[in-house]
């Protein structure tokens, strides 16, 4: 639960308080003390793994600590400290410079040469640290002076330099799903160290919580707390859905991930863009986002809706909705709320066909009814020994050689040979696809064209 319990430390040491007091804030008070107790990551937590053995070997290994806020990236230098005894000295990339960098492994080094005792030295957003003082870590990690724990949320390889990202140990974090985040706050519910039992939460009321944190377990304990506080002040024992609506000032939306709304919305959402209402795609789409839809459901939506509702009267349409998945993908929620948005607007102003669709439905129809026929001998395989005593190529004309570039020949089998797929509109830059490809079909077929589809 990265960043989730940090507790008070010594003003200007960075060294990591290893208990709490009971005033803290409820994350810092339900900080794991153990791999064990460490919600979600269960890749990292299994037995034999590179952590584990870091951990119990008491190995001195330098970590990297891939993945999205609130999945363990503190919680998990902590423990490295705690059950490795070793000293922990915290660095945050915002506000550290290349001088504090090298104050902390001069000390590290000071400990280790005096006392004997390693140091762990926690380095928080590391990307944000400029080459330079990237560079200042190399030494302690190198001479193995620190044991380099070091966080980030962007992809490493290409915020972290390479020689310190070949001397540690990369581990991806994934972000955690529900379960896990009902985990984390039963486990606040009932531990001492957390409500110990004082309080419960309705159904209703966690499910909110769950939606609210996103997969970020600080999140979801920090809601929590609000929430319990805000009912011990009315004098409740339960923490109900008003309750929790108030305290975290959000209203709950009605929506089941898993049944009638989910399926509702979603198609509520894909009609509207098909539809051009913009006003009404953003509300349902703001639905979805606010009730914690997976946004890579979201926009896989966005991409098959680009080529089955749009296709070529806007060809960018489809080059939108595919930036906007992989910008979901790297960059995550709740900021990629605002690629949805872009790509929501594009999608729903562009001019709309189904003329792909159709195309492709109609060509798999024949093909399934059993129409398929021998591919032309002139456009078959004509490289290997014997193909042209079987006549294979032998009348093939390469299109480069005729006329605009375009022959004409029969490409299709007989069977299907005056098929119609295509059937372009007239609607946005599909018009000017539509007189192209009518002269075209016109040069392929010569005089079969005249005829008309079949």
């Known amino acids: 639960m990265e960043g989730l319990f940090d507790a008070p430390s010594t003003p200007g040491s960075g060294v990591l308080a290893a208990n709490t007091h009971s005033s803290a804030p409820l994350a810092v008070r339900m900080r794991p003390r153990t791999l064990d107790e460490l919600v979600g990551q269960a890749q990292l937590r299994a037995a034999g793994s590179p952590l584990r053995r870091l951990i119990e070997g008491d190995q001195s290994m330098s970590l990297l600590l ?23 000295v915290e660095v945050s990339a ?23 005792r390693e140091t762990v030295l926690f380095v928080d957003e590391v990307h944000r640290f400029s080459k330079a003082q990237q560079d200042a870590l190399l030494p302690g990690v190198e001479n193995r002076w620190v044991t380099l724990v070091a966080a980030t949320t962007e992809n490493p390889f290409f915020s972290v330099i390479s020689p310190l990202l ?22 606040a519910l009932t531990d001492e160290r957390g409500l110990a039992g004082r309080l419960s939460v309705d159904q209703d009321a966690l499910d909110h919580l769950v939606r609210l944190a996103g997969g970020d377990a600080r999140r979801s304990l920090t809601y929590l707390e609000a929430a319990a506080g805000a009912a011990i002040s009315r004098g409740l024992d339960v923490v109900d859905l008003a309750t929790t609506e108030t305290a975290v000032d959000q209203a709950a939306v009605r929506y089941d ?9 979603t198609s509520a959402f894909i009609k509207s863009v098909r539809g051009s209402d913009v006003d009404a795609a953003l509300h349902y789409l703001a639905r979805m986002m606010e009730a914690g839809e997976d946004p890579r459901f979201i926009a896989r939506r966005l991409v098959i809706l680009a080529s089955e509702d749009i296709g070529l009267a806007d060809p960018t349409a489809l080059t939108t909705a595919v930036a906007v998945a992989q910008a979901v993908a790297l960059i995550g929620m709740p900021e990629a709320r605002l690629n949805l948005a872009q790509a929501t607007i594009a999608l729903a102003v562009a001019p709309k066909s189904n003329a792909v669709i159709t195309a492709i439905n109609e060509a798999s129809a024949d093909v399934r009814a ?51 797929y295509y059937r372009p509109t007239t609607l946005g830059a599909e018009g000017a696809i539509k007189e192209r490809w009518e002269r075209i079909r016109r040069l392929i077929r010569g005089s079969r064209a005249a005829q008309g589809p079949r």
């Open 66 to 88: 891939w993945g999205p806020p609130g999945t363990g990236k503190t919680t998990i230098a902590s423990i490295v400290s705690q059950q490795t005894d070793r000293r922990f």
């Open 94 to 116: 915002v506000s550290a410079g290349v001088k504090e960098v090298r104050a902390a492994i001069d000390g590290a080094r000071s400990e280790l040469v005096g006392t004997g």
């Open 166 to 187: 070949s001397r540690s140990l990369l581990l991806r974090l994934q972000s955690l799903d529900d379960d896990d985040i009902r985990e984390v706050l039963d486990q």
């Open 257 to 265: 991930r898993q049944g009638d709304q989910h399926y509702d919305v």
């Open 370 to 420: 059993g129409k398929i026929g021998p591919v032309p001998a002139h456009l078959r395989d004509a490289h290997y020994a014997g193909a042209k005593k079987l006549g294979h190529g032998s009348t093939y004309t390469y299109s480069h050689d005729a006329p605009y570039g375009i022959a004409e020949q029969q490409y299709a089998p007989d069977v299907v040979a005056d098929a119609t």
